[in-house]
């Protein structure tokens, strides 16, 4: 019966995403992949998340934020922190996010600053310290002063130390010509700098924020639903794309719901013999 439930859980999730279309990483990582130009398939390979959750990020690197100080992810992250690898030229997803994250982070309960923090990391070391601060008055701004500025942190740093950085999360994006191919993601890490949980695309709702805020709190990573989507879509080669796997799903469940059936029929049979 367990393994039923676990059957018709697994179905329950894919229902929602009925139809939707998933872009992929390497080795059928969960991405929301995006690019501004047409990146080559070697380009496509190179980019994507491998979810680490459970590890420690990377925290002696040195950064720069937003009023020119040297930083590092030790100094920062006391309390559950967010970080949205973006980069602050980026004319649309990067954009799209982070002004969802400054349309949601009024909404929850928790304030930012205190309970917990906002990190923008920039992967484009053309990215500099002016451009940040100008990027950080923005999205405050566009959060009608809802959000205190010591609860969104923007950072730039050097290639070197930025792909070592984003290494330790399992982020990888490649720089095409003068835009970017990489994920839409933000991870969530605790007050240790343990990876607590992935989130994925520009649409990011408070609840979803809520409960990463939460786990990151409790040191409990968070179910990673990468293995859930890899089996409940199937990629489509010429489309270059996943599509979800009605048969697969479908057929899943109807060999648990046989397989339950047949044991109660054997088990509750021994059962009344005796």
Known sequence: MKKLL????VFALCLPTW????????DGD????HVHKEASPETQSDVGVTEKLGEIIALDIPFTDSDGRIVTMRDLIDKPTIIAPVYFNCPNVCNFLQSNLSSIIPQIKMEAGKTYQVISFSFDDMDT???AADKKRNYLKAADGKIAPEGWIFLTGT????KAFLDSAGYRFKRVDRDFAHPVAVFAVSPKGKIIRYLYGTKI???ELT???VEAENEKPGLSVKKIVSFCFSYDPEGKKYVFDIMKVSGA???????????????GGKKKKK
């Open 30 to 33: 969960k991405t929301e992949e």
């Open 6 to 9: 676990i059957a018709f859980a």
């Open 205 to 207: 709702l408070p609840f």
């Open 211 to 213: 409960m990463a805020v």
């Open 253 to 267: 469940v109807i060999l648990v719901t046989l397989a339950a059936f047949a044991a109660f029929l054997v088990f």
């Open 19 to 26: 139809g939707a279309e998933h872009d992929h990483g390497k």
């Open 129 to 131: 310290p002016e451009i």
């Open 159 to 162: 290639h070197e130390n930025i």
